[in-house]
C-alpha cells in the first residue's frame, strides 16, 4: 500500500510517498482501514519536532509515528482474537482525538 511516510524531523520536504507493507493484526488488536486523513497544526509539531519538548513524546531523533496524519472515517478489517466482537456487522466509526 502507498503512504506518506517520514523518517526524520523537518519540514513537507522530508515527507515521502513510499510503498509499505500492509500491516496485520495481533492478538487483541484490530485492523482498520482509513478513507481519509486530516493535517491540522498539531501534526506540524510532530513532524518538525518543534518545540523540542514534544521529543520526548514523539522520539527523540526521528519520529516514533513514520505515517502521519489523524485518520478520520474508517472501518475495520480484522478483529484477532478480541472479545464481544462480531463478525456478522462492518462497523464504522470516526476516530478523533478531539473531545466535543
Same mark, same amino acid.
Given at each position: 500500500?502507498?503512504?506518506? @511516510?517520514?523518517? $526524520? =524531523?523537518?519540514?513537507?520536504?522530508?515527507?515521502?510517498? /513510499?510503498?509499505i507493507?500492509? &500491516?496485520?493484526?495481533?492478538?487483541?488488536? %484490530?485492523?482498520?482501514?482509513?478513507?481519509?486523513?486530516?493535517?491540522d497544526? #498539531? @501534526?506540524? *509539531?510532530?513532524?518538525? #519536532?518543534?518545540? =523540542?519538548?514534544? /521529543?520526548?513524546?514523539?522520539?527523540?531523533?526521528? &519520529?516514533k509515528?513514520?505515517?502521519?496524519?489523524?485518520?478520520?472515517? %474508517?472501518? %475495520? @478489517? $480484522?478483529?484477532?482474537? +478480541?472479545? /464481544? !466482537? !462480531?463478525?456478522?456487522? $462492518? &462497523?464504522?466509526? +470516526?476516530? !478523533? !482525538? *478531539? /473531545?466535543?
Amino acid at each position: 500500500m502507498k503512504a506518506i @511516510v517520514q523518517d $526524520t =524531523y523537518g519540514s513537507a520536504d522530508v515527507l515521502d510517498l /513510499r510503498d509499505i507493507d500492509e &500491516p496485520a493484526a495481533g492478538d487483541n488488536e %484490530v485492523l482498520i482501514r482509513v478513507h481519509a486523513a486530516g493535517v491540522d497544526r #498539531g @501534526v506540524w *509539531h510532530f513532524m518538525t #519536532g518543534l518545540p =523540542y519538548l514534544m /521529543r520526548l513524546v514523539s522520539g527523540l531523533r526521528a &519520529p516514533k509515528a513514520r505515517v502521519p496524519g489523524i485518520p478520520r472515517p %474508517v472501518e %475495520v @478489517v $480484522t478483529i484477532e482474537h +478480541c472479545r /464481544r !466482537s !462480531s463478525a456478522a456487522r $462492518t &462497523p464504522l466509526g +470516526c476516530l !478523533s !482525538s *478531539h /473531545r466535543r
